[in-house]
């Protein structure tokens, strides 16, 4: 295989990075070790779009969070990836913590994040009167927001997809050489050469680095555990609330999601293993009691889920963007907050890449495939035009989340498509609900073995080794 | 728009029980929705044993159960439309449903009966920490898999919570060659069926950990092995006390959640003891004309209590239907000591005919009296030998007596000797 550019890693960075090379005339590939693109820390986080007060200002967090959050609210309609505008309070229980507020806009402002005001506890409850008593002020952030962080991973990589980049999943890069005009990797089931490579690894990034520069930036496993209450009945908050920042980053959030959920977390745990994604009773305890001192009436009455993810913290805490050699791109250590920089980051490297590469804007290029809306979105008129053009609109497999089988069966012959039930999940959030799987799990298996024609057996949570099921009953059993 | 007069919303049990009893009741015009592909509910995966000793005084397996209604709701001429999927329910009574056959369609009711049944509790509702591997099941879904699809979802199994799914799925496991190597329960006691101990565990000499549960989950890809420690009377784990098995697979029988989002959607309120709506002695809810039954109004222990109840109010709906709405005086049910959950909420004074509140105990008593109390009114007690939380209880509240009743009627348990 040979390759104008080669992206190592099919995270939201990498989907970005991605979709922006589509543009040219360059052919691209994207390797991604996982069963599925989006399986690292770009499937496990807030799903907040920062607005850019909290990077120190000069930095390369700032300059691409800002950046990034301002092309959200284009990019999520152009691509259709649910995204709300829901505003943020950062809350301050204590004097010194007032302090860090002035500061936070005094940021702000710097970073060029508008519209920052301080407010008092009283009218912070006003905004949200689940917020506690001991609120004694906040920062109001009406520009902050929230994403789907797989939505948006996915529908940037199907967009470069339709676009002639080349996905590659379960193919993890095991060497990296640099070559005469550029490089060689060995991935699992090929080699590549490749003008360009862009380290889009995440938590593998700095091992990506090492074999090609030498030197090594120490990138920290740095796991956030979190809990996800279900979307109906009460919800706290409407705005993201956030505490102080601290050196471990933001703290405990309690966040409305895109769709609608509560979600609360993460804490922050520094780990050796970078794929160590086990949650622990302590941390999600301390999620709990963390989470109670904004929400003293908090409950997992309605929980539905906990998780965790990693974050690669760089030692130098900051986001390392650019070309660090000739032909070798690199976005490392890219945490939070990455969701929101990556598309500036994707901007940022694409053109770098394709200046580099000395390669020509395509004349056309594909506009993004934005399906119908999701079934459980659409009007009853809607509904009935959807069902007229393919039947399994009217057969709804996840009960919760009113996915249907067309949906589904989409998602599987998508570009970039699902493989798996996690996979399917991601996509159309059938098993994301209050029964996690349990009433439709069966039927999306059963959805995949027709659609991918393999059998039941075969049939995985998230790839390899992970199938479901262990052995087919047979007639003579009893 | 379309019109029925009455709509049931489930074709499990419930639904069948409530439809048979409106049509026997004079209901000419009903509908009864089903979202899958067959009437039964979860009767279907039900394979086991066990159903309608007090019924039919036979002992049925869930699908034969569930063929006796769905035969007589057919000589009825009772229409099932199946693979409708009902999705919303509003106050004035329209409900909306979608179906492959038919595409979206709307409908104008002139009275409903929920019978949507109950989901399982996930890994997630209890927050077991570990690893999210495949082989963690619910044990209904596991259930599903093995007898209506044919696969094993695993061959060395632990099995957390006694409920009553997690000790059959002990059993049929069991029966198809896996290896069922603990039952793992938090409380000092079982929430499932005596009958189902005996029968599903003590025969397969399986063990029961009481007083247990599971503290880590295993395995990148597929589980591993587990962890399970004792816990202390407040249900938190003892550290020092860990077990560690190595298992495949991990099912989860840990209670049953009603799903009610269609009764949410219409403005009802949810009791937080049974997380089912709030009725009265003839399960109308809070909106005249919306009626709630079987395991979406409390989750039953029998097939036989869940159509004892819905064809209450499959008769109910008729005579709403028939006479129309009346105001009543009504009085509240309160849960007294030891009780939990009391069904209905509210009775009606004065009473037509005797009222069964059903509930559950919040431990176990022996040698306790059940008691009903009202100003007014004396109620007989009646003792019990044992009652546990993991068999609902319940006490009958005579025409007479309550006819008399003023005020709040509390059940309570009395006069026991705790275990």
Not at chain 2, 300 to 311: F, K, N, Q, T, Y
């Amino acid at each position: 295989m040979k390759l104008d550019a080669a992206i190592i890693g099919g995270g939201v960075v990498g989907a970005a990075v991605a979709r922006v090379l589509s543009r040219y005339h360059l052919s691209v590939a994207v390797f991604e070790k996982c069963d599925d693109i989006c399986m690292g820390a770009s499937k496990a986080n807030t799903g907040i779009v920062h607005s850019g007060y909290d990077a120190k200002p000069g930095t390369q967090k700032a300059l691409f969070n800002v950046a990034g959050a301002k092309m959200y609210p284009a990019l999520c309609a152009e691509l259709g990836v649910p995204y709300k505008k829901c505003g943020a309070l950062v809350i301050a229980f204590t004097k010194e913590e007032q302090v860090t507020l002035s500061l936070l806009r005094d940021r702000g402002c710097q970073n060029g994040t508008v519209r920052l005001s301080i407010i008092s506890g009283d009218e912070a409850r006003a905004l949200e009167p689940a917020l506690s008593q001991e609120v004694i002020a906040a920062l109001h952030v009406p520009k902050s927001g929230v994403v789907s962080p797989y939505e948006m991973t996915f529908a940037l990589m199907e967009h470069a997809a339709v676009n002639g980049v080349k996905v590659y999943t379960r193919e993890k890069v095991l060497r990296v050489d640099r070559q005469a005009d550029g490089f060689l990797l060995t991935t699992e089931h090929h080699c590549v050469t490749a003008g360009t490579v862009i380290n889009c690894a995440g938590i593998g990034a700095a091992a990506v680095r090492t074999a090609l520069v030498g030197d090594t930036v120490r990138l920290i496993p740095r796991k956030g555990e979190y809990h996800l209450l279900d979307n109906t009945g009460y919800k706290p908050f409407t705005r993201t609330i956030f505490q102080c920042p601290s050196v471990m980053g933001k703290g405990v959030v309690i966040t409305p999601t895109a769709h609608g959920n509560t979600l609360i977390g993460p804490t922050a745990m520094d780990v050796k293993d970078g794929e160590d994604v086990a949650t622990t009773a302590d941390a999600l305890k301390e999620a709990l009691d963390k989470g109670r001192r904004t929400w003293p009436q908090i409950s997992t009455r309605t929980a539905i889920a906990s998780f965790a993810g990693i974050r690669a913290h760089p030692v130098s805490d900051d986001f390392i963007v650019g070309h660090t050699q000739t032909g070798f791109f690199e976005a490392i250590g890219i945490e939070s907050p990455g969701l929101t920089a990556a598309p500036a980051i994707g901007e940022h490297l694409g053109k770098a890449v394709a200046a580099y590469l000395k390669a020509g804007l395509k004349e056309h290029i594909i506009t993004p495939c934005v399906c119908r809306k999701p079934f459980r979105e659409m009007n009853f008129k809607e509904r009935g035009e959807a069902w007229r053009e393919d039947p399994t609109y009217g057969t709804v497999v996840c009960r919760c989340e009113h996915v249907t089988e067309a949906e589904i069966k989409k998602a599987i012959h998508a570009p970039v498509g699902a493989g798996n039930i996690d996979a399917v999940k991601r996509r159309t959030r059938a098993g994301m609900g209050r029964c996690q799987g349990g009433f439709c799990g069966p039927r999306v298996l059963d959805i995949l073995s027709d659609e991918l024609a393999v059998s039941p057996m075969r049939i995985t949570k998230f790839g390899e080794g992970s199938e479901l099921l262990t052995k087919e009953i047979r007639g003579g059993d009893i | 728009m379309t019109r029925a007069d009455l709509l049931i919303i489930g074709a499990g049990p419930a639904g069948l029980a409530a439809a048979i009893a409106a049509r026997q009741a004079g209901v000419k015009d009903l509908l009864v929705l089903e979202r899958e592909e067959a009437s039964g509910g979860i009767l279907r995966q039900c394979i086991h044993n066990g159903f309608g000793l007090h019924r039919f005084k036979e002992e049925l397996t869930g699908p034969e159960y569930a063929q006796r209604d769905i035969d007589l709701a057919a000589d009825l001429g009772i229409r099932i439309q199946t693979n409708a999927m009902a999705l919303s329910v509003t106050r004035d009574k329209v409900v909306s449903f979608v179906s492959r056959q038919e595409g979206p369609r709307q409908i104008e009711c002139g009275a409903i009966i929920l019978c949507t049944g109950c989901r399982e509790r996930s890994r997630g509702a209890i927050g077991t920490p570990g690893t999210r591997c495949a082989g963690v099941f619910s044990a209904g879904t596991a259930q599903k898999f093995v007898n209506l699809h044919g696969f094993m979802p695993g061959s060395q199994v632990v099995i957390l919570g006694s409920g009553d799914i997690g000790l059959i799925m002990a059993r049929r496991m069991t029966l198809q060659g896996a290896r069922v190597l603990a039952c793992v329960e938090i409380m000092p006691y079982s929430s499932g069926l005596n009958r189902n101990i005996v029968q599903c565990l003590n025969d397969y000499d399986i063990p029961l950990y009481l007083s247990h549960t599971v503290t880590d989950i295993r395995g990148t890809s597929r589980l591993n092995g587990i962890t399970i420690s004792r816990v202390d009377e407040n249900r938190r784990p003892v550290p020092g006390t860990e077990i560690d098995f190595s298992c495949d697979t991990l099912l989860l029988s840990v209670g049953l959640i009603p799903e009610n989002e269609l009764a949410l959607g219409a403005g009802l309120n949810l009791s937080a003891a049974t997380g089912g709506v709030l009725v009265d002695d003839r399960f109308e809810t809070e909106i005249d004309g919306v009626f709630s039954a079987g395991n979406a109004l409390h989750v039953h222990d029998l097939a036989d209590d869940v159509s004892e109840e819905a064809a209450r109010a499959g008769r109910a709906a008729a005579d709403y239907l028939l006479r129309g709405g009346q105001k009543r005086q009504m009085l509240s049910v309160m849960d007294g000591r030891g009780v939990l959950g009391a069904v209905p909420q509210k009775i009606a004074v004065p009473a037509e005919e005797d009222v069964r509140v059903r509930f559950r105990v919040d431990r176990v008593y022996e040698n306790a009296y059940v008691c009903a109390h009202a100003q007014g009114a004396v109620f007989p007690r009646r003792k019990h030998r044992i009652l546990t939380p993991g068999e609902m209880a319940q006490a009958v509240l005579p025409k007479q007596p309550l006819s008399l009743a003023e005020g709040d009627i509390v059940i309570s348990i009395e006069g026991e000797k705790e275990r």
